[in-house]
């Protein structure tokens, strides 16, 4: 008897142990994915019934909390909404968070264990609980050139700070209301959601960061021109063949340049020449004698085949591996598999500008208390040293030159040195060009670095390219925020 009743003993203490460990575990370890999981609507309802703390840009609020006469005692508000969306998201009463307002919600609601005292301190002073507020690395008057350069066009700019990685501006088009889908009306906030689903423009994709990437095409070229001077075997007066059509490898494809003729002139065209006039075959020979390891080896330098947080979810650019030399020849030039982000491409201009230093990119400059003490800052975070100094010195010249007179002539700023490159990339037979700009100015001392992504031709199907869609939006934005 007493043997049994020793072992029903232990399987209860071992019951015990198990339901102390499990209840720790989910308490103490994961509280705090529990609470970002986008499933878990408690948390959300919860997040209601305090004063959400406000996304601030420039010290002004651009996402706040307002009282509401209902049961959910706060409505959310976004200023200047379809500006800022792809910064702040928004919070519905019916569904997950997106933008900051998901990954900074523990902030946003006071629930974050850095605000644990504050939280504390408010059930003693029994004074209403009040969520962090965040400033947004976010330039409002960036911002807004940014916007009113892309138009109607389909696409997204960034622009960066080289020196530091923060991100000055994001915008992305076709955008859409955030204040539409937080109302306190569950069957409005459904209708105005499913209507965004059902719009085949897809407005609630961040295009600067995520949604179906596109192919880089020639901007892809800086990656593979860091490969060939990294590697000591190439400089910019290094030569190639020069012909007019380059049959590829093991294959019956023709590869030809944008101009349909030969490099300029000559039997031969130099490497600096072929990356001001963004001539594609002397970049697929290139690309040949680099090999596909080599290419890979430099773009996933720059980040590419990686996910990163800034803190929204960049999508991972894509690099592809186990390539054939036809298939290396069509990558390096930024074609076949090869996908990009906007944000991703703004890495790689912004580390040339600074001399070779990838910089990790930030929208969040810092987190405050309730009483605007501040609770986070955040420093500017070097990633990798991804090329050499006098390599980006060399890359920052050769793109000079492409704005100069070159293939990113429309980007041209009267007194200032724009070094930038463009890119028309192809995406099928009969399919609309997708049309690029990255760059920095100015360039001896870059301030700004700004990517350009125009899909869809930007309304030209094929007949629209890089230099003439893209660049001058660059050139616009850099204008403004260079005169402000």
Not at 56 to 67: F, H, M, N, W
Not at 213 to 223: A, D, E, T
Not at 227 to 247: K, M, Q, R, V, Y
Not at 272 to 291: D, H, K, M, V, Y
């Amino acid at each position: 008897m007493n043997r049994e009743l020793k072992r029903v003993s232990m399987v209860v203490l071992l019951m015990f142990v198990a339901l102390l460990t499990s209840t720790t575990v989910v308490q103490a370890f994961q509280a705090d994915n529990l609470a970002a999981d986008a499933r878990n609507t408690r948390t959300l309802y919860d997040s209601f019934q305090v004063e959400r703390g406000a996304i601030l840009a420039d010290g002004k609020p651009i996402a706040e909390s307002v009282p509401a006469d209902d049961d959910y005692k706060f409505l959310r508000t976004y200023s200047n909404g379809p500006l800022y969306a792809p910064v702040t998201g928004f919070i519905p009463i019916n569904g997950a968070p997106t933008g900051l307002e998901h990954a900074l919600n523990a902030e946003l609601t006071g629930t974050s264990n850095s605000q644990f005292f504050d939280k504390l301190s408010s059930i003693i002073t029994g004074q209403k609980p009040r969520g962090a507020a965040v400033g947004t690395t976010i330039d409002p008057v960036t911002q807004q050139a940014a916007w009113d350069a892309l138009g109607d066009l389909k696409g997204a700019v960034i622009v960066t700070e080289p020196k530091t990685g923060r991100i000055l501006a994001m915008v992305s088009k076709p955008g859409y209301d955030p204040n539409t889908l937080t109302v306190h009306d569950n069957k409005k906030v459904t209708d105005a959601y499913q209507a965004l689903l059902d719009n085949p423009d897809d407005p609630l994709i961040n295009r600067a960061i995520r949604g179906d990437l596109n192919p880089p095409g020639s901007v892809f070229k800086l990656v593979v021109t860091a490969a060939a001077l990294e590697s000591g075997e190439f400089t910019p007066e290094s030569t190639f063949p020069n012909p007019a059509t380059l049959t590829l490898p093991g294959s019956t494809a023709v590869v030809t340049n944008s101009s349909r003729g030969t490099c300029g002139g000559g039997a031969t065209v130099t490497l600096a020449t072929a990356l001001r006039l963004s001539c594609n075959i002397p970049f697929a020979e290139l690309g040949l004698q680099l090999g596909d390891a080599a290419i890979r080896e430099q773009a996933e330098k720059f980040g590419f085949n990686s996910t990163y947080g800034v803190p929204l979810s960049v999508a991972e650019s894509v690099y592809p591996r186990d390539l054939d030399k036809a298939q290396t020849a069509l990558s390096a030039f930024g074609q076949y598999d090869v996908r990009a982000t906007p944000m991703q491409m703004a890495i790689v201009s912004a580390t040339i500008a600074n001399g070779g230093i990838a910089m990790e990119p930030n929208l969040v400059d810092e987190i405050l208390a309730p009483n605007l003490s501040p609770l986070e800052s955040f420093q500017a975070k070097e990633m990798a040293t991804v090329i050499s100094p006098e390599t980006a010195a060399t890359m920052t010249q050769m793109m000079v030159n492409g704005v100069k007179d070159g293939a990113a002539s429309n980007a041209r700023i009267d007194g200032v040195d724009v070094a930038g490159k463009t890119g028309t990339a192809q995406n099928g037979k009969d399919l609309p060009y997708t049309l690029w700009f990255t760059g920095f100015a100015p360039a001896q001392d870059p301030q700004f670095a700004i990517t350009v992504l125009i899909e869809d031709g930007g309304g030209l199907g094929q007949e629209g390219y890089g230099n003439l869609l893209a660049a001058p939006v660059a050139q616009e934005v850099l204008e403004a925020v260079l005169d402000k």
